[in-house]
């Protein structure tokens, strides 16, 4: 079983930063991707950012230029730079992993981490 743990959401004001951490955990042998989504109230789950095999990185447009997206192979940690926040990126964010795990192929979601871009 992999558990995933996302952490460092938080309230900020717009034009400011936070930093987002994925944690994956378990009997983990690879991990083929890890991304961040977010949900704001009323919308549907988006992709934020994804790394894929490592190495390809995508962001959605709203968020290029602005976020990057980062993985700790060791550690199996992702994490997100956030600069530069607006309002419309408040949301809950959630960290998904996918990859080959002790009990076959694993697809998990983190509990989710609030920001809310607010004066």
């Keep these: 079983q992999v558990q995933v743990v996302e952490s460092g959401g938080g309230l900020v004001q717009p ?4 930093r ?3 944690a994956a955990s378990g009997s983990i042998f690879s991990i083929s991707g890890m991304a961040w989504y977010r949900q704001a109230p009323g ?4 992709l934020v950012a994804a790394i894929i095999s490592g190495v390809y990185r995508d962001y959605a447009r709203s968020v290029k ?3 990057t997206i980062s993985r700790d192979n060791a550690k199996n940690t992702l ?8 309002p419309e990126d ?3 964010y959630y960290c998904h992993v ?4 002790a ?4 697809d998990s979601w983190g509990q989710g981490t609030q920001v809310t871009v607010s004066s």
Excluded: I
């Excluded at 996918?98 to 795990?101: K, Q």
């Design 15 to 18: 034009g400011g930063s936070l």
């Design 43 to 46: 919308k549907q789950r988006e």
């Design 79 to 86: 994490y997100l730079q956030m600069n530069s926040l607006k």
């Design 20 to 22: 987002l951490s994925c």
């Design 98 to 101: 996918e990859g080959r795990a």
């Design 65 to 67: 230029g602005r976020f």
């Design 103 to 106: 009990t076959g192929q694993f």
């Design 90 to 92: 408040t949301a809950v």
